[in-house]
Each structure stands twice: as structure tokens, then as C-alpha cells.
């Protein structure tokens, strides 16, 4: 059974920065590729960044080029986003995602299948 679970979410100003992780289990997590999203208040569920499941290849939202990097650590099951220069528009859940089949690039939303139960990062101005 996948299970996601996020934590590093909470509340900083404009221009600061956050890390959040995703720890998995319940599948062979090397064979997978990885992803962030995330769902502003009124708005739906938003692709932010993926990396393959070797971490020899990253995808990124136009929103979160040159300010967030996703990252892997094959070895201890995690995910990693990184966000620097953060934005009140930035202020959303945040999802980790796996896709549904293995060797996957994690470039595309349509993939990814299984979803954490997200966490709250509010960015305030």
C-alpha cells in the first residue's frame, strides 16, 4: 500500500524559504518517479516540480523555475522540495505524488496517481 507522507509546511514572510520532505513507503521507491503539487484556496490541484526516478532528471512549473529544486534520496525513501524566495501566491497545500507505473520521467501530471495527504505552507506578505 503507497503511502505519502509530507511534513515541513508552515508559515513564513515574502522572500524566505521552506523545505518540505515526503517520506514514502510501500513500494519500491527507486523505480519511481516523484512529484510536487499544489491546491491554492478556490483554485485546483497544481503541477509544481518532478524528477525522474533515477533524480537524473527534473520538471518544473513555470511558477517554480529558478526558485524551488526538487530532489531525491533514493536510499532513504524521500522527496524533497526546496523553496526559496517565497510569494504569498506561493501559499497552498502541498502534495507529494508518485506515478502509477514504474521508470517514469515525472514530467507529466497525468501520471501521477498516489497522493499524500498534503501540507499547509502560507506565505504571508
Known amino acids: 500500500q503507497v503511502q505519502l507522507v509530507e511534513s515541513g509546511g508552515g508559515l513564513v514572510e515574502a522572500g524566505e524559504s521552506l523545505r518540505l520532505s515526503c517520506a514514502a513507503s510501500?513500494?519500491?521507491?527507486?523505480?519511481?518517479?516523484m512529484g510536487w503539487f499544489r491546491r491554492a484556496p478556490g483554485k485546483e490541484r497544481e503541477f509544481v516540480a518532478g524528477?525522474?526516478?533515477?533524480?537524473?532528471?527534473?520538471t518544473y512549473a513555470d511558477s517554480a523555475k529558478g526558485r524551488f529544486t526538487i530532489s531525491r534520496d533514493n536510499a532513504k525513501n524521500t522527496v524533497h522540495l526546496q523553496m526559496n524566495s517565497l510569494k504569498p501566491e506561493d501559499t497552498a497545500v502541498y502534495y507529494c505524488?508518485?506515478?502509477?507505473?514504474?521508470w517514469g520521467l515525472g514530467s507529466r501530471r497525468i501520471d501521477f496517481v498516489n497522493w499524500g495527504q498534503g501540507t499547509q505552507v502560507t506565505v504571508s506578505s
Open positions: 505524488a508518485t506515478e502509477g507505473r514504474p
Open positions: 510501500g513500494f519500491t521507491f527507486s523505480r519511481y518517479a
Open positions: 524528477i525522474m526516478w533515477s533524480g537524473g532528471r527534473t
